[in-house]
């Protein structure tokens, strides 16, 4: 099995590479390459089969990148939420532009390949109030959600014509990010417990009763591996699902955090901030998936289990990153 | 007040443009310019205000096309559903590129304009069981519906960011249109009115009791006029909306035909084509509009009146057009 990861050098993509260099397979089905592109080539991982690495621009995607014979495309490369409002442009050419030139880049393949989407609970909006069905209408607030819920549609028109086989996790807030605080309006719902476990202080822009629709980095893996393997024929034309993520409050993420290192949560300083409750606010915190739970896509794990991964998966490789000892 | 028609050489364009030379106003205020622009130079209307007219790609919009000082632009240049059907790279080029390129124009004026867009019920799916609400969920089944769907959302955005004042408009199946019968699916439902009006025979490839959505040129000439002189601001994010078309039956339409020209429907042969049929039977062939309504979109003509008016508006038109006497 042929895989390519656009996108591998981010987050997720060098956690789905990782996973595949560690299993040798994909679905039961050994792995024989996987290509990793990215705006610089990514590292590659040492794995049983060959990488290869390239790096280059998504909307001018060369041909190497999904080259003939590929099975599975994970299609992960992304402008962020904060970084699409803040450049319209580029978030235009990346978001949307880039998922044209995979379209185009599947066409040429002999044999359609599993194309396997990350799109976004940014494309949603309706606020705290909002506990939406798989069949809610996307009516974005912000340009990510918009050139994300964009894609997902010729993604799904792709799949109808025979150009690839795509399916399209709209993935919700991933906790906990490894690595520093960030500009993302979203960077506090990971901070609030990275921060307190490396014995740092950390700002809470929004009251403890705020709540927001989260999946850990572990669960969105296992979602993206099995998006790449599931049987799509029961999907028809509809190739987009809401994975079963968690609907938790920012009190319930500080409970957890204090379960795993009691203390911890007197790091967080209530700190509010209109700007960015003002953006994560306008996002749906509670969704009743129905479909991707009968296709298969595992229930979350408890919250507490999500701090207990972070500390036995990232902690200590943010720490060295960060200088932290 | 200053008007651009990007296909302002098709059938609604022509309308429409005839429309605002005749009134000289639109929404109360006086048009001062106009400007009409298609793949080739439209023909100007003879107008009590200065009409340009130029030819060009809108996926390379030329700047005079949306010039400074622009008030209103009705975007309603489009390959249609056959076409983007058949050609895959022009249907996105024209109805999707093209829509970048109309939010980059609007973008570079001083003052954004209002931008009047013809979405299509193809952007629905659902076949002869659906009525659909105002917040369904769009599933197209063809690739002009899935761009028309997605440059809903990117005007959608575009409106929020600033760059311009989007109305969507989902028009239903417009009967009857002029000219000759060609290779658009859904081209039998004006035909079966137009042919025998001509004294023509002409095919029907459903059955009689097949239910369609449609609206009139009348009332969808009417539906964008208002558009472009509405407030907006009860639109919220939610810039899309479906107004309230017809729904009715091939055989309603036949009973129609009768009631103004007795004996015509004697023309129309039952000629069952599954090809046609596949394709208009995945269109839902109702809505219930409450939001459209309720914004001031004019309730619809009864059936009769359409046929009517098709025989004082279009009919004399066509039979010289196609040499009929």
Known sequence: MRISILGGGGFLGRKVASRLAADGTLGGTPVTSLTLFDLAAPPAPSAPFPVATLGGDIAALP????????????????VVSAAAEADYDLGRRVNLHGTDAVIDACRRLARPPRVVFTSS???????????????????????YGTQKAAAEMLLADASRRGFMDAVSLRLPTIIVRPGRPNKAASSFFSAIVREPLLGLETELPVPDAFAVWVASPRRATEWLLHAAAMDTAPMGLDRSLTPPGLSVTVGEILTALEQVKPGAAALVRRVADPAIAAIV?????????????????????????????????????????????
């Not at 069905?133 to 340009?143: F, H, K, L, T, Y």
């Open 63 to 78: 041909a190497a990148a999904i080259p003939e014979g590929t099975d599975v495309v994970f299609h992960l490369a992304a």
């Open 121 to 143: 609970v940014a494309s949603f909006s309706g606020g705290q109030g909002a506990l939406l069905d798989d069949d809610a209408r996307q009516v974005p607030a912000n340009s």
């Open 281 to 325: 606010g306008g996002w749906p915190p509670g969704f009743r998936p129905v479909r991707a739970p009968a296709l298969g896509f595992a229930r979350h794990e408890p919250l507490v289990d999500v701090v207990r991964a972070f500390a036995a998966d990232d902690l200590d490789a943010t720490r060295r990153e960060r200088g932290l000892g």
